[in-house]
């Protein structure tokens, strides 16, 4: 089993940035996704940024793209998001996921992981 635990949520005014982190630890073998989903309430999880372990490919969605950078530190078994010129539309709870076992084919699709945090808010006002 893989633990995840976010961190790093917190309110901020439009323009600002934030740094979420996510700890994997466990069963962290074989780990060959890992991303960032945000949720608020009555809408869909939606995928935001996807990183593949150990390789270079990043995922980001639209909504996010030049804003947001993901990052994964081998050593320290963390991924990070970088948040920058935030807006109040980004304003959710963000969560981290990762998927074992094999490549993910739509590394932006929840379906794909299974293995999540618990979240960590982030909310940003104007």
């Known amino acids: 089993q893989v633990l995840l635990h976010e961190s790093g949520g917190e309110s901020v005014q439009a323009g600002g940035s934030l740094r979420l982190s996510c700890e994997a630890s466990?069963?962290?073998?074989?780990?060959?996704?890992m991303a960032w989903f945000r949720q608020v309430p009555g809408k869909e999880r939606e995928g935001v940024a996807a990183?593949?372990?150990?390789?270079?490919?990043?995922y980001y969605s639209d909504s996010v793209k030049a804003r947001f950078t993901i990052s994964h530190d081998n050593g320290k078994n963390t991924m990070y998001l970088q948040m920058n010129s935030l807006m109040p539309e980004d304003t959710a709870m963000y969560y981290c996921?990762?998927?074992?076992?094999?490549?993910?084919?739509?590394?932006?699709?929840?379906?794909?992981?299974?293995?999540w945090g618990q979240g960590t808010q982030v909310t940003v006002s104007s």
């Open positions: 996921a990762a998927k074992r076992g094999a490549w993910a084919t739509t590394p932006l699709s929840a379906s794909e992981y299974n293995s």
């Open positions: 466990g069963y962290i073998r074989n780990l060959y996704h």
């Open positions: 990183i593949r372990i150990g390789g270079a490919n990043t």
